[in-house]
């Protein structure tokens, strides 16, 4: 049976107890029907994890690991991958953080463009992003969580990128960077279902970005991102 796996964004020691943030210790003993004595595993996004057995305070509201067992899984991809991606309505832009989280990426920066029709304002869907990429890794295996960066304005985030600089468009003929000659980080940016501005490629191609497309197909937003990480080696 898999055990349950929780984020300890506070580090975890190497060895002894630590205790567990109220609102996980809260959802192990309500909803998951947690026991004291019974094992979890835990981890902090620094490549390491526990198993750890759970004990309760008298209240139930607080709650701490006593580690059992320490190790370094190597889940996490040797290849970076940061993810720029248009802001989209709605639910779309938590599915993409969401999948884009258990596909390996390790961070994603919500882009402006021209074409982009919403502007996210203020910290809360940011901060939103962000716990949902800490629920993703925690159900996905990972030992890292990606940053969710501020959005960024397309010019921004061109002049800022780092790494191999790769931007996908429909009709692209360009191909990936060889695999065992990039470096170890790649900038992936997909627009919205608009495309990209032409004065916005014209930016990316003077600023060394390879043009690169995804099939014949008018892919939506979320889907070309997936399609994007796939492509780059997510899956490997």
Known sequence: MR????????GLPSDGEFA??????????????L??????????????????????????RGAWGEICA????????????????????????????????????FQIVPLLTKYTSVNPSGRERRERWQRLAESAAAQSGRVAVPEVLPPLEFGD?????????????????????????AGETWSLFVGPEGGFADEERLMAGEAGFREVGLGRRILRVETAALAALC??????
């Open 70 to 105: 320490r190790s370094f899984p190597l889940v996490e991809m040797t290849r970076r991958l940061v993810l720029y991606l248009a802001v989209v309505k709605g639910e779309r832009f938590d599915w993409a953080v969401e999948k884009a989280t258990e596909l390996g990426v």
């Open 157 to 181: 985030a061109v002049r800022s990128a780092p790494g191999e600089r790769i931007i996908f468009v429909p009709d692209a003929s360009g191909h990936l960077p060889d695999a065992q000659e």
């Open 35 to 60: 026991e004291a004595g019974q094992e979890f595993v835990a981890f902090d996004g620094s490549g390491a994890e526990v198993r750890a057995r759970l004990r309760f305070d008298r209240n139930g």
């Open 3 to 10: 055990l349950t796996r929780i984020y300890v964004p506070s």
């Open 20 to 33: 567990l943030p109220q609102q996980e210790a809260v959802h192990l003993r309500r909803v998951l029907r």
């Open 231 to 236: 492509l780059c080696g997510a899956l490997g």
